[in-house]
T-cell receptor, first 112, second 113 residues
């Protein structure tokens, strides 16, 4: 059974600080990892993906992957109120053709 | 630009009705997916398709069926709607060779009364 775990939050972070979101997964065969942002009432929007151990940076976002420890994280630098949303971690195991397993999401609140 | 569209944003149906949810993507993606999203349960995969006329069950296929007659269109069918199928339904597509990232449609909020 594939499982993806996230702290549901809410995670409250002051504006301008670094927000750190964490995700653990159970299947060691997992190969691809994704972070989606979902605003209330909207559909998920892909913001980052990572396949290899280490860090991947894209603007204010950094994804970190540690396959040995089976966790993936997302850092948001210089947090803005517009970053307030639910962040979904998703994991793919077999070649992408059988969908993703999603965590339940972490609700992030950026306090002005 | 990636685009996935769904036929309705909001839908209200009665118990026992047959319900069709349509999804269309214009990106020539091979893979298409149907999820439902419920508070506290997150996103759960109902069915997916990796080619025309092909379909595979996801984690919660009971009470649903799908149809994919054309590459760009993937339909979700509720044969006899029940109140426990009230949910947000999300369609997604992905291009296998492009790293497997999925792109979502805007969602259909279905209420079964």
């Amino acid at each position: 059974q594939k499982e993806v775990e996230q702290n549901s939050g809410p995670l409250s972070v002051p504006e301008g600080a670094i927000a750190s979101l964490n995700c653990t997964y159970s299947d060691r065969g997992s190969q691809s990892f994704f972070w989606y942002r979902q605003y209330s009432g909207k559909s998920p929007e892909l913001i980052m993906f990572i396949y290899s151990n280490g860090d991947k940076e894209d603007g204010r976002f950094t994804a970190q992957l540690n396959k040995a420890s089976q966790y993936v994280s997302l850092l948001i630098r210089d947090s803005q109120p517009s970053d307030s949303a639910t962040y979904l971690c998703a994991v793919e195991v077999r070649g992408g053709a059988d969908g993703l397993t999603f965590g339940k999401g972490t609700h992030l609140i950026i306090q002005p | 630009d990636v685009k996935v569209t769904q036929s309705s944003r909001y839908l209200v149906k009665r118990t026992g009705e047959k319900v069709f949810l349509e999804c269309v993507q214009d990106m020539d993606h091979e893979n298409m997916f149907w999820y439902r999203q419920d508070p506290g349960l997150g996103l759960r995969l109902i069915y997916f398709s990796y080619d025309v006329k092909m379909k595979e069950k996801g984690d919660i296929p009971e009470g649903y069926s799908v149809s994919r007659e054309k590459k760009e269109r993937f339909s979700l069918i509720l044969e006899s709607a029940s109140t426990n199928q009230t949910s947000m339904y999300l369609c997604a597509s992905s291009l296998f060779e492009a790293g497997y990232e999925q792109y979502f449609g805007p969602g259909t909020r279905l209420t079964v009364t």
